[in-house]
């Protein structure tokens, strides 16, 4: 399924605009309303593309394993900070 989100906070880091959703600008009504529009006329084939690519992105970069171990190096390296090394 295609998505439409905001371009706002981490969202377009997942979403490229046109290839895994559509992004539109956060507080823009017409802007969200056009992006709706778009995904709607875009052919079955597009809609279901676009939904695979979003689908693989997040599985690669929302992997719960790989962000508990990305947050606890992030840990280990303020540890090391605060104690000066």
Do not use: D, W
Request: one cysteine or more.
């Amino acid at each position: 399924t295609p998505v439409v989100a905001s371009n706002t906070g981490g969202i377009p880091e997942i979403i490229k605009h046109n290839y895994s959703g559509i992004l539109f600008e956060s507080g823009n009504v017409k802007a969200l309303t056009h992006a709706i529009v778009t995904v709607l006329n875009k052919n079955k084939k597009s809609r279901t593309s676009m939904g695979l690519r979003l689908s693989k992105r997040i599985k690669k970069y929302c992997n719960p394993v790989l962000i508990s171990q990305q947050t606890l190096e992030f840990y280990k390296k303020i540890e090391l900070m605060h104690r000066g090394g």
